[in-house]
């Protein structure tokens, strides 16, 4: 069911007062939509100056007068309806609770009647399906991230509906009803397809990307209600002797057939029947299954040809090759999407590859005949070792050794690991190996990346998903320390103010972790909430800065458009040189600065460009004496850019009269060396000493072109020495007319000004580049590196992906 479907029954009541539903259901039911309403409300505020603010900014930097107009009158009829949104964005969230009892059958069978009284098959317009596209997008991303929530929800829902668990597409309240409400209360806007685009745009980030916890909040709302009190989720475990008989009956298939499935939480061993990673993707994850990520043994090393040939990865090239436009380690859904079960499968037969080469290197080394630790064990002896006091740093390789040898100690026998556990250390090393190239090791947050490590080994022994799902809260938190750490960071882009809330969110795991991913999720939500407090600050600051490029963009079309206007007046006149050169530096100044203020439909424009006329025609053919009320009104407009009194009478009389270059060449050669050491209104003494540069080659006339589309906020990676070492700059904003860029840190802080001429040329000599969604985030490319040497071992460097985030 599409998000953007709506209730198509006429006769369906709208409010909950006409639904005539039971007093203890209305009940429930207007405590629910009074929750929502109140949680939403600021949200919704927020989001309304911010849509206003942004159009207005759309209307200003437009390029075309086309699109300005378009701007300016949605600007206009936005402020005019704009009180009318969120009260009808409450009665459509009303209808739906009112309409909760209403049979699915019926509401199916009225559309189906409204459908065929056209008798007509019609298309879809194009801007229909992007506004649907949209807002399914939001609805899906925001189910996704509260699972648990939607879970728990759609049972509480189907009880006051008196009908079985209601799912997403029909449950009041959830993100879909939310979306689909929204675009209906849009319309009383009366705004352009452009324009509610940009609304849906901000909903989603300023709305939406709070509803998570409202839904969490809702749910316990209603259990207070009584309805289903109590209700929680509790995954199946499965019997040791399942496990045993799971594990028997891989160990019995044949070659390239071994179960690849996923161990419930707290097992050894894959359970018999249980689903794989992608078929867990969407239940509740509140305490929900675990798995292995470890590989079987008796693979053939060829993966299937759905995982092989790039089938399950869920993001398109397109996807992978757009800009990266998030601040650091900002949350991103670019990649959530995959087949988990199919990069899961890929991932083993890597595994087995890697190990069957080992094998032929070292033909004499025999497996280890000790009897291995269940992954129960293996889990609560990295428990003991998380517990304990911090001591020196160590790798997960001493962490195998240390716990093999305790084993040892505590059994008085030798102890191994299961293929499958042994395969999880060797997956995370490899993952640690890459970061710790990707990382600074002086960096404050370097240690806490070190600290992770055995929650993190413990995550993966139990969850296969760790390694095959990009929005794995473990992976996000572990993207989050990581990129605070990066070498792409300068010395200035990390807030000190940020490494409270790491030590924090890290402690916090440490201590509190002991199987439940929840952990990992309450940490991330709290870190979150100050990476996103630090993202306001800088988006602020990032704007500010903006706004100035603008000023120094409007102060140049001003002066461009002055030039033109007194260059078409002057002409082909004949007048003294000298007076040439006040009129093209001095007075160009002060039709610049008219321009600017006043506009060109200004009766002072007007004004100016009249009194420009009469200076050419004084200094051209008019009397030696000056004009003394023209000379008084040049003196005035020259004072107001900056002339000092006596300078300004100078000038005054010099382009007042029709003096010769040889009258008085003393006071002439003076009056040129004090304007030649001024400082022009607009002037760029940086940009007047560039030298001039050769044509753009074609490569770099089509980098050239290409920055010139690219969305503002792009990330851009600038060489810093001959090492290679680079650092991470956002081009925040760049101008059609000067051609000049503006880049600022993560931090928000103007760090400089490039023109895209020479930032094409500095991509083309590789000394720069445009960061990728697939390399955007760090662990992701971390991940890719571990991968890309796990098809060398296997063989297969030219196969794809193997993550869950798409990355080639």
Known sequence: MSVTTPNNDATAPRTLAAAGLPR???????????????????YLGAMLDEFEQELFRLADRARNPGSESNFVQALRTFRLNRSDLVPQLMLELEASLATLRAPPAAQG????????????????????????????????????????????????FGVLAGSPAIDAARLPLGPQSVCRAL??????????????????????????????????????ALDREGVLPGLTYVPMRVRATAREQAHEAAANAAPGQAASRPRARGTGEAAQGAPGPAAGAGRPAGNGERGSPAVDGRSTGHADAGAAHGHGTGATHADLQRPHTGWMAETSSAFENSDEQADYQALQQLMAGRRALIGKLRPGQAASAAPPLSTDDVFRALGTLQAAPEASPRNLMDIRQSLLAQARQKRGKGASLSQRDNDTFELLHMLYGQLEGEISRDAPASALLRRLQLPLLRVALQDPAFFVRAAHPA??????????????????????????????????VIDKYDGDDAVFEDSNRALQAHLQAQVRRAEML????VEAARGKEKLEVAKLRAGKALADMLGDQRIPKFSRALLNQAWADVLTLTLLRQGEDSQEWQGQLDATRRIIQACGHGADAADPALATHVE???????????????????????????????????????????????????????????????????????????????????????????????LSWFSPVTD?????????????????????????????????????????????????????????????AITGDGLP
């Open 24 to 42: 203890r259901v209305r009940k429930a039911l207007e405590s629910a939509l009074a929750l929502v309403s109140a949680e939403l409300d600021n």
């Open 109 to 156: 069978k009225a559309s189906v009647r409204e459908a065929g009284s056209h008798l007509l098959l019609t298309l879809v317009e194009d801007a229909a399906m992007d506004e649907d596209g949209i807002l399914r997008e939001i609805a899906s991303r925001q189910e996704g991230r509260a699972t648990l929530a939607m879970h728990l929800l759609g049972q509480r």
């Open 183 to 220: 675009r209906t209360a849009s319309r009383a806007l009366d705004i352009g397809v452009e324009s509610r685009e940009l609304l849906f745009r901000l909903f989603d980030r300023m709305v939406m990307g709070h509803y998570a916890p409202v839904l969490e909040k809702l749910d316990a």
């Open 475 to 508: 992976r996000q938190l572990l993207n989050t320390v990581a990129e605070t750490a990066a070498k792409w960071l300068d010395k200035d882009d990390f807030d000190p103010q940020l490494l409270p809330p790491l030590q924090q969110a890290v402690s916090h």
């Open 542 to 545: 990032e704007r500010r800065h």
């Open 636 to 730: 005035g407009a020259l004072s107001q850019v900056g002339y000092h009194a006596e300078e300004a009478a100078i000038i005054a009389n010099r382009l007042t009269s029709s003096r010769s270059d040889e009258d008085d060449p003393a006071s002439r050669t003076e009056l040129a060396m004090k304007l030649k050491a001024r400082t022009r209104l607009g002037e760029d003494s940086a940009r007047a000493r560039r030298p001039d540069l050769p044509p753009r080659t074609p490569e770099e006339q089509a980098r050239y072109e290409q920055l010139r589309v690219m969305p503002f906020g792009t990330f851009i990676e600038f060489v810093t020495n001959q090492q290679g070492d680079v650092v991470r700059r956002r």
């Open 740 to 800: 000049n860029a503006l880049f600022v840190n993560q931090r928000g802080q103007r760090v400089g000004e490039h023109s895209l001429d020479a930032l094409a040329r500095m991509i083309v000599a590789d000394q720069a580049r445009i960061v990728t969604a697939e390399r955007g985030r760090l662990v992701d490319r971390a991940w890719q590196a571990a991968m890309r040497t796990l098809r060398s071992f296997a063989g297969r460097g030219d196969a794809p």
